[in-house]
């Protein structure tokens, strides 16, 4: 570098004379300034963690030009000049926090507050933005962004917690700019570092196309699907783009199309086509006439975009009529051939068929479709749908009066994606402040960048750097280990593995309830991402770096073949034993139930993969030795005391040698449970070893790879039934793929057979095997084992419903539960016939939702529309939780203010808000007229194994009510302590404050810390949880794309504790249901090594892929003997309610395949299985791959 590098952040000027070229701005801000708003959530610019606002000076025009960027992919060298603004410089807790950091608190939508400040700022990036135009000015206090901007403005920004709807919420009142949020520029994945980068924004030439999706040097280069690249071609020019689907010209035609997994495109595209035509007046028999056309398409498996000549060339000259559209599409067929070994190639030659389609169905007469002929019988507004294909139609007869019952049906077709949702609570004001829908503890310092998780907190002096080397191989001897030589090896310090246990210690990874696992793979690895030691060096990039670039010698000799399938392990009896005591119990006489069927399904197969965590931190830990041979770990868990533990043993020493601290978790789901112990185990053996502090943040790729994830199964059942939907027996034999070692594996049999007994299946009986394979580990995802076995029981009452040739939803009614039925089938847990509240519950919505009304809306819909099909569906959920015991202790101090200390951890879901109300609740007692609010004086403070014991593990939905509980209990003790001494005080001088009796109580040695282990009565440590959804959903019959039009869903949330929490996890379960149902495909290669290993192969719902209407209703349902101040958990159980947009697909699908029953054959309309997840290419080809050159061929006939 010639000069120095200079540059502001937050308003501090920075002047660097040397740096290291390949230091990104994220690396710096994270680590040499003292703002940590810009996380790390992916270092690939997928996930808008570490979005920050650059701002350009333009010396001769004097412009200042502001933009959001991702920091981890903009290299520090090329932001010269520039000024940097991160959360914090937007506001902060001294300063005042920015309105952008009070919305997103004060809507209830930062939860774990990892995703917020990136969020925050490209917001603000887009306010600023909108600001500058030249729009009328808005009223005082709002902004000129539009709703439909601001919505875009996060399109790129995850949020695996909230599922968006607050956020967008909070967003709305404001107006946006036309571009996505995060920046593509800068560098992509790179696997090495490199002591030279040149910017090629400083070289005009090359920046003249930037704002658009796609990269034309890494299409180049690296055969990057750009969608710029695609385009151009069409073009047949290298400068000036048009705005898609604008008409340059009167005879000129030009429009773009993309299929991807994000309706706005926050994902590389499956196809992507550009077509330029110039077509001719009609001619004599009324048709356009193609004088010349460019056809371009990109992206589909091809190393870069092409033209279809041949297809241009037929096409010129020609008029367009359905049949020579179909000699086109032949012609088509033949040039767009994905190469080899490309995903879904045949799903992908068939959308550059529909896009072909799709650009001459408006030009070709031929091509009127039946619904564009169709009259409104009625001018209602109300009673008029316009598809997003052009096509008006109307309601016969008594729709319309109908269709204007259904609220807001029509909002689903705004182009602008508005969403607009509803929240109904009822509150229950009897334990003020319990019940209050407060705000989030710590929300604002979330937002604002401010809240200290893990990688926030400062390395200590000489902190070192570890990051894992893991297996490539299912199963191997390892042979050795050797590193390559790096741009900077002296950076790279040592490696740590199996030999460096030390002498007393054991090699041990995690010691759970079931069983311990190997830290490190000594000689022989057992599944692809198994570690087998960690790099250390002097920066996480360069560990990172480093691990990457690990050479292993693998030898497989004298070694039996590796398990990779459930199969294989059933043919080589490999299983995994289910304790007793977790045995579930089956339920009648199978042989009996399948004598009073009518019908029978026998050997019906369902399979369902695995689903990846996608918490926003990744797994992360600092260790720092202690004298003594002591050791703190901070950890992000969700198990602390599970870490204590297997710490202790792999060292060999005592576990009060072992402090572990948690304070805040970035997301967890599971994840973070047994999953994160390996890791804080690994980086306390390295700092114990090298006797130095040690740090450890995973990038995400060896994140998705190690940290395994949802159980995937293989599932065969047999189900008897009546004539008229009634089921009389049910088996199911289930196998489940637990991966190489038990972790938690021994609750998944329970949880399913739990989650299956939603329904009255008259008998049930099952096998289920946990089968142990050459997988990386499995482990417990939110609802682990209760979303397979309640879609299971979903899939069986479709199968029914196909079979009798029923509506799905008229069975589900059929074979719901009665309250004797359910207390047949779930004992002990079904509580008081009047705590059965689903029956109640599925009328109501069926009623608040116009289930009936919209079913018949959809019907028409349906025969009007070709190439769009809708479908809707009600799904119920029974979930069972258990309570667990857990401690909680409550100090108060001189001054009145109060500690709490609880076995739970803050993971995002609230807790610690729940357990502050309940903390103020409590105390509060001792002022029956609530004169006190303590709410301000409590503070929640991080786990800390060794000052509260027994923590145990946050799980199962019930951490938060237990710790409220031992809470109150503690509070119990602290209240009777401090009674007779309030009375005594008030009887000598009259009332008096909190503070009062907190002195006096101090000066009379009253003991103010009380702590409980609450341990739940035996007969009420479990009950039931109910709910319900109704999805709508659209499909596009031409790509497979799948709009959620609407969801409504009601949850018995007993007394909330918070009904803003509890509405905040219903919400966000329900969208990481929509992604294991709909998008979030984890693939595996031939070895078992995930593939799916970044943002960009790995898509889970953005804001663009919820429902466009969301409405969630918190049913109160009143007092609750045996809970905890009559609540009910919320964390899982609607997770699971998201397979009813699954079963609306279904219905959706069914509608195409009757639409094209000569394309998917006949009498196949409704007997077909759906895949988990229905992606576009599962979808396109149950409506059938080639149903537009059948349509095609069908009009050809005619003419
Ligand atoms: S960390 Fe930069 S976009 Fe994900
Ligand atoms: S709050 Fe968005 S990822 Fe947790």
Known sequence: MASKLVFAVNGERFELAEVDPSTTLLEFVRTQTRFRGPKLGCGEGGCGACVVLLSTYHPVNEQVKEFSISSCLTLLCSINFCSVTTSEGLGNSEDGFHPIHQRFAGFHASQCGFCTPGMCMSLFSALTNADKTSRPEPPGGFSKITKGEAEKAIAGNLCRCTGY???????????????????????????????????????????????????????????FASDVATILLAAGSTICLQTASERLEANILFETYRAAPRPLGNAIAYVNSAFLAHVTSYNISGDLVIHNIHLAFGAYGSEHAVRARKVENFLVGKSVTASVLLGAIKLLKETIIPNEHTPHSKYRSSLAIAFLFKFFQPLVKDLSLPEKNIQ?????AAATIETSNGCISGFADDLPHKAS????????????????????????????????????TGAEFQASGEAIYVDDIPSPKYCLYGAFVYSRRPLAHIKGIKFKSTSSPQKAFTFIGADDIPKGGQNVGLSGTFGTEYLFAHSLTECAGQPLGIVIAETQRHASMAAKQADVQYCTENLEPPILSVEDAVRRSSFFKVPPFLCPQKVGDLSKGMAEADHKILSAEVKLGSQYYFYMETQTALAIPDEDNCILVYSSTQCPEIAQGTIAKCLGIPAHNVRVITRRVGGGFGGKGPRSVPVATACALAAFRLRRPVRMYLDRKTDMIMTGGRHPMHINYSVGFKSDGKITALHVDILVNAGITIDVSGIIPHNMVSALKKYNWGALSFDIKLCKTNFSTKSAMRGPGELQGSFIAESVIEHVASFLSMDANSVRKKNLHTYDSLMLFYEGSAGDAPEYTLPAMIDELASSASYFDRLEIIRHFNSCNKWRKRGISLVPVVYQVVLRPTPGKVSVLTDGSIVVEVGGIEIGQGLWTKVKQMTAFALGQLWVDGSQNLLDRVRIIQADTLSLVQGGLTAGSTTSEASCEAVRLSCNVLVDRLKSLKQSLEDKIGSISWDTLIS???????????STYWVPEYASTSYLNFGAAISEVEVDVLTGATIILRTDLIYDCGQSLNPAVDLGQIEGAFVQGIGFFMCEEHLENSDGLVISDGTWTYKIPTVDTIPRQFNVKLLNSGHHEKRVLSSKASGEPPLVLASSIHSATREAIIAARMEFSSATGPDSSTSFRLEVPATMPVVKELCGLDNVEKYLENLSVFQ
Do not use: W
């Not at 969403?419 to 009822?426: A, C, D, M, Y």
């Open 165 to 223: 709807r607050p956020i967008v919420d909070g967003i709305k009142m404001q107006r946006f700019v036309d571009y996505l949020s995060v920046s593509g520029s800068g560098v992509y994945k790179e696997n090495d570092l490199y002591d030279k980068y040149i910017d090629l924004k400083g070289i005009p030439q090359l920046s003249v196309i930037r704002r658009d999706r796609g990269n034309l040097i890494m299409a180049q280069r690296s055969q």
């Open 376 to 380: 409104m019988s009625n001018s209602s």
């Open 405 to 440: 019952n259904v609220k807001q049906l029509d909002q689903v077709n705004n182009p602008d994606l508005i969403l607009s949702s509803e929240q109904t609570v009822e509150f229950c004001k009897d334990y003020h402040p319990v019940g209050d829908p407060i705000q989030k």
């Open 1000 to 1010: 006096q109580a101090n000066m009379q040695s009253v003991n103010l810390s009380a």
